[in-house]
C-alpha cells in the first residue's frame, strides 16, 4: 500500500502542469494527546492515554483545470499509560506503559473553486497508517504478567473539504474537515506456540478536522483524528503457557476499539 501512494504522488507531481504549480512543501512537526479505548459486552476492558509526537511533509498543487493533489506523509511515536486489565477468565486489573511507532501516508484529488481570498476545496482521497502497539511487562495481584506487541494497519478511504480565507498582511485561516472509512484494518500478534495470528475488526466511520493559521511561511494549526473498528470475528488460537509448557487452546478477538488523537502541528512551507 505504500508503494502504491508513494508511485501515485510520483506521477501527480511529475505531470508538468502539476509540477508548474506547486503551491505547497511543508515539513511539520506535532504533538498529539492520544486515546485509545476497548470494549467487549458493554464493558471498557482497558484505556490508553498519554503524549505522541509526529514528524511529516505536506505537498500539493493545483493543476490548469482546477484540479488540486495533495500529499502527506508522517513518522509519530511515544509511550502512553494503559489501565486496563488480564486476558479472561482471570480478568485482573493491572497499570503499565505502552509504546507507539507507526506511519501515515495520504493522497487527496480535489477540485477547487472561490477567489483568489476565499479558496474552497472539495476533496477525496486513499490514505494508509501502520503501527505497533508494544504492552510493556507488568505484574497483577496474582503475579507477573508478560507483554506483547500488536502490528496494526488500517487502508482508509477519504471524503471532505478545505478551504483557505487570504487576510491583508500575509495572514490566512485555513480549515479542512471529512470523514473516513476503513475499507481494511488488521490486527497481527504473535502467539507463543502458534505463531502470528491476525484479528480483522469490523469497519465504521469516523472523522477527522484541523483549523487554523498561516502567516508568510509558518502555519500552526489545531488538529483531531479519530478511528473506529468494531469487534472482530473470534479466532481458536493455541499458545504455549510459559510457567507449565502445556498447550492450551481459547477463542480470541479484536475487541470494539476507538481512538482519539487532539493535536497542535507547526509547519513552514518552502512554497
Not at 503499565?96 to 480535489?110: A, N, P
Not at 479558496?119 to 508494544?134: D, K, N, S, T
Request: overall charge neutral; glycine content about 14%; hydrophobic content about 35%.
Amino acid at each position: 500500500m505504500k508503494t502504491l501512494l508513494a508511485a501515485a504522488a510520483v506521477f501527480v507531481c511529475c505531470t508538468p502542469a502539476a509540477a508548474a504549480t506547486l503551491e505547497e512543501l511543508a515539513p511539520c512537526v506535532s504533538t498529539q494527546y492520544f486515546t485509545w479505548r476497548e470494549h467487549a459486552g458493554g464493558r471498557r476492558l482497558l484505556k490508553e492515554r498519554g503524549a505522541l509526537f509526529s514528524l511529516g511533509a505536506v505537498l500539493g498543487g493545483v493543476t490548469e483545470s482546477s484540479v488540486t493533489f495533495r500529499g502527506k506523509g508522517e513518522l509519530f511515536g511515544g509511550e502512553v499509560g494503559y489501565d486496563g486489565e488480564t486476558q479472561a477468565p482471570q480478568s485482573l486489573p493491572i497499570h503499565t506503559r505502552v509504546g507507539y511507532f507507526g506511519s501515515r501516508e495520504e493522497l487527496d484529488l480535489g477540485y477547487r473553486i472561490g477567489s483568489a481570498s476565499l479558496r474552497l476545496e472539495p476533496f477525496g482521497g486513499i490514505g494508509h497508517r501502520w503501527w505497533l502497539r508494544a504492552l510493556q511487562d507488568t505484574s497483577s495481584a496474582e503475579g507477573p504478567v508478560s507483554g506483547y506487541t500488536e502490528w496494526w494497519q488500517t487502508v482508509y478511504g477519504r471524503i471532505g473539504g478545505r478551504g483557505k480565507f487570504e487576510l491583508p498582511r500575509e495572514v490566512g485561516i485555513v480549515v479542512e474537515a471529512g470523514a473516513k472509512y476503513p475499507f481494511y484494518t488488521g490486527n497481527s500478534v504473535d502467539f507463543a506456540g502458534s505463531g502470528v495470528t491476525t484479528f480483522r475488526p469490523g469497519a465504521r466511520w469516523s472523522g477527522f478536522a484541523e483549523a487554523g493559521v498561516a502567516y508568510g511561511n509558518v502555519k500552526l494549526t489545531l488538529l483531531y483524528e479519530g478511528f473506529r473498528f468494531s469487534q472482530s470475528p473470534q479466532k481458536l488460537v493455541q499458545t504455549t503457557d510459559p510457567l507449565t509448557g502445556a498447550t492450551v487452546q481459547n477463542y480470541y478477538f479484536q475487541p470494539e476499539s476507538s481512538s482519539d488523537i487532539f493535536g497542535v502541528s507547526l509547519g513552514w512551507s518552502f512554497r
